[in-house]
């Protein structure tokens, strides 16, 4: 990012790294968690599922990637460390249903994180709304497929 493009950014860069670095955890996260289960499901019905799994953990993963392009043009470092993933993150790690058949909890899951990440991408469109377009262009693009993800499992639980 050039000079100028940092001089019309009107909320601290810092600050943004920071934000913006939770997120991209937050990420991981989901998608280790969401790649997981689409491997390891079983039961009757879980075709459905393991689909939509592994859909929205890639995803997570595009996301991750576009943010941590963004980090870096920002001037920061993404995290080098995969065991420093869960402690920048903005919640902890949820674990797998030990019973991999418990298709209920699987989606409950899901859709507990896609609410969490709702609400963190929502933020930060707030923040920077007004102040660095180029940040609230790529946070309401995450903000809407997270949407779509809460969407889609909502929709799984109601059959
Ligand atoms: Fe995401
Ligand atoms: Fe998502």
Redesign the pocket.
């Given at each position: 990012m050039g000079k100028q493009a940092r001089a019309i950014v009107e909320i601290s860069l810092k600050d943004l790294v920071k934000d913006l670095t939770k997120a991209y955890a937050d990420e991981w996260l989901?998608f280790y968690l969401?790649w997981y289960m689409a491997q390891t499901v079983s039961g009757k019905m879980y075709g459905g599922v393991r689909e939509a799994l592994n859909k929205?953990a890639k995803?997570?993963l595009e996301?991750a990637q576009e943010l941590t392009d963004l980090i870096v043009k920002l001037g920061g470092t993404p995290l080098a460390n995969p065991m420093e993933l869960e402690k920048n993150a903005n919640a902890p790690y949820m674990m797998p249903p030990k019973n991999t058949a418990d298709i209920n909890r699987i989606i409950r899951i899901?859709t507990e994180?896609?609410a969490e990440?709702i609400e963190v991408y929502n933020k930060l469109a707030k923040k920077t709304f007004g102040k660095d377009n180029v940040t609230y262009q790529l946070v309401t693009h995450i903000l809407a497929?997270?949407v779509?993800?809460?969407e889609m499992f909502e929709s799984l639980l109601e059959r």
């Open positions: 989901a969401y929205i995803d997570e996301h899901v994180a896609e990440a497929e997270e779509e993800h809460e």
